[in-house]
């Protein structure tokens, strides 16, 4: 400690004659309050009015540097941790994936705990930023006062720098590798729209992330719910989690409306009294009683018959049914979710039912209209079953230009014919056998050329991403040069008039 000291005052003494002792000054620092805290890893940064982020540096176990830095940070915890003056501590992060990072995505590797430290006004906005994938008994309620001071010297020796405000901003002296020093990362914004994860709908379809928006305000109302969409688009499992967000403590029931029998439907939905008929040897609770206090799920709505429509309608005007043979009306205490195919027979649904069932309507577009969305769910699916995957860009582009006629289903099988065979290196023979590749049409509705551009920006995305938008990395995941990358960005939209960066 009495070395590290040392050397820390020298390079103090000597901050003014170099910038790059300035550098090295702050990680010496950063490692020390890393080590008093039993932290794994450690970052300075800073806010920027636009809310981006700037790296000023990073440790690592042995004073090594974090490759990737912006990468491995969490933007959920930092924006929390920008809200409030206070030290900010996190635990059990790799439970909650909130928190996830885009290095974590891409590894596995997920951290435990993160604590975010704010500096004294005017460097408010500047942060030391630890976490570690190691499990810590408990985290000290106070500083010591070296721990202190070490943030009142950051903060002093980073009170004079100015910050650029383009979005793009020279890496400190130990970010850059020896070869590169004229290298530029682009800063991370935390106003990126980040996947939405609704229980297990999973999307990042702009127009999907709006309208789920909307849903999650009415979750807990008692208001029914209209979902539309081909089969396997993730109608069923965006109703489930409805039901779970809705805070009824009742059960989640099923009716498949397009299975029902006329001549047991009424007794289906609403049960019967004993005697009611030669084997009504005792009671029977219907769908709506055993949906008390929760939710009704009406399945393919579509595809009910006239008489469960009257019924259903009945129920919906009223808010009150009877048993079979029953002499008092029940009061209807439950939560009605619908859904419906896109493609329905003429005439054959009621308008007025459409309408009751319509208090809030969402469209769930087919995998070949978002295929955004295609990476997502698969590593989605992957996650659950704890694998992570290798896809080759071919294989991405592979996926991206198919057109998915089972939507969501497909991708299922797909996954579990990885996990069934222990291979995790998607490749274009286990499309092929799992997906019939060959035979499968592309799309009908947009050219080859269109679709192959769509899959290259999202390629281009995704790299960015995975790389905390550095694009020299990006351009080394891509296997492309850097001129050859402003070009696609300009080609795809993804460049801004004011600055010139995505």
């Known amino acids: 400690m009495n070395e590290d000291l040392l050397e820390i005052m020298s390079l103090f003494s000597r901050l003014g004659d170099h910038k790059r002792y300035r550098t ?23 806010l920027t009015e636009g809310q981006e982020y700037q790296v000023w540096c990073s440790q690592s176990s042995g004073e ?29 992060t790799h439970l909650d994936r909130r928190f996830r990072t885009l290095a974590e995505e891409e590894s596995g590797n997920k951290v435990r705990w993160i604590r975010v430290f704010p500096l004294r006004a005017p460097m408010s906005t500047t942060f ?29 020796i980073l009170q004079e720098e100015s910050l650029p405000t383009s979005a793009t901003v020279t890496v400190p002296k130990n970010e850059v590798p020896e070869e590169t020093e004229s290298t530029t990362v682009e800063t991370q914004k935390l106003t990126i729209e980040d996947p939405v994860i609704f229980g297990s709908f999973v999307t990042r379809s ?20 209209l979902i539309s969409g081909e089969s396997g688009t993730g ?28 001549s047991l439907a009424e007794v289906e939905l609403f049960g019967h009294e004993k005697g009611a008929f ?34 259903l309608l009945s129920v919906l005007q009223t808010g009150r049914y009877r048993r079979v043979a029953g002499e008092v009306d029940r009061e209807v205490d439950v939560r009605i979710i619908a859904t419906m195919g896109t493609e329905t027979p003429g005439n054959q649904i009621r308008e007025d039912l459409i309408y009751r069932l319509s208090g809030f309507r969402i ?58 065979k222990g291979d995790m290196e998607i490749s274009e023979e286990t499309l092929a056998t799992v997906l019939d590749v060959e035979k499968a049409p592309r799309t009908s509705e947009a050219p080859v050329s269109d679709l ?31 001129r050859t990358l402003y070009r696609r960005l300009e080609k795809h939209g993804l460049l801004t008039e004011e600055n010139g960066e995505s």
């Open 64 to 92: 090594a540097l974090v490759a990737n830095a912006s990468g491995n940070i969490s933007h959920h915890a930092l924006a929390l941790a920008a809200k409030s003056d206070s030290p900010a501590i996190f635990e059990n």
């Open 452 to 482: 192959l551009g769509m899959a290259e920006r999202e390629l281009i995305l995704r790299a960015l991403e995975e790389t905390g938008g550095n694009k020299t990395e990006a351009c080394q995941k891509l296997g492309i040069s850097r």
């Open 278 to 311: 030669t084997d009504a040897v005792e009671e029977r609770s219907g769908l709506l009683e055993l949906a008390s206090g929760g939710t009704l799920f009406l399945d393919a709505i579509e595809e009910s018959p006239a008489f469960l429509q009257a019924m």
């Open 24 to 46: 090295q000054l702050l990680g010496k620092l950063l490692n020390l309050f890393k080590s008093g805290l039993s932290a794994e890893r450690a970052f300075l940064l800073t």
């Open 128 to 156: 030391v930023y630890l976490d570690s994938r190691f499990a810590q008994e408990a985290h000290k309620e106070k500083l010591t006062p070296l721990e202190e001071g070490v943030l009142e010297i950051l903060r002093l």
């Open 235 to 262: 109608k069923e499992l965006l109703a489930q989690m409805i039901h779970q967000q809705s805070g009824r403590e009742g059960d989640f029931i099923t009716l498949h409306c397009g299975t029902i029998n006329e």
């Open 363 to 420: 469209h769930l577009p087919p995998l070949r209209e978002r295929p955004e969305d295609v990476l997502l769910i698969l590593d989605h699916l992957l996650e659950s079953q704890n694998c992570t995957a290798v896809i080759s860009p071919e294989v991405q582009a592979l996926l991206l230009t198919q057109s998915w006629p089972g939507n969501g289903w497909q991708v299922r099988h797909l996954v579990q014919h990885m996990v069934a």
């Open 206 to 225: 702009p127009d999907l992330i709006s309208e789920i928006g909307e849903l999650e305000k009415i979750t807990a109302t008692d208001i029914p719910i």
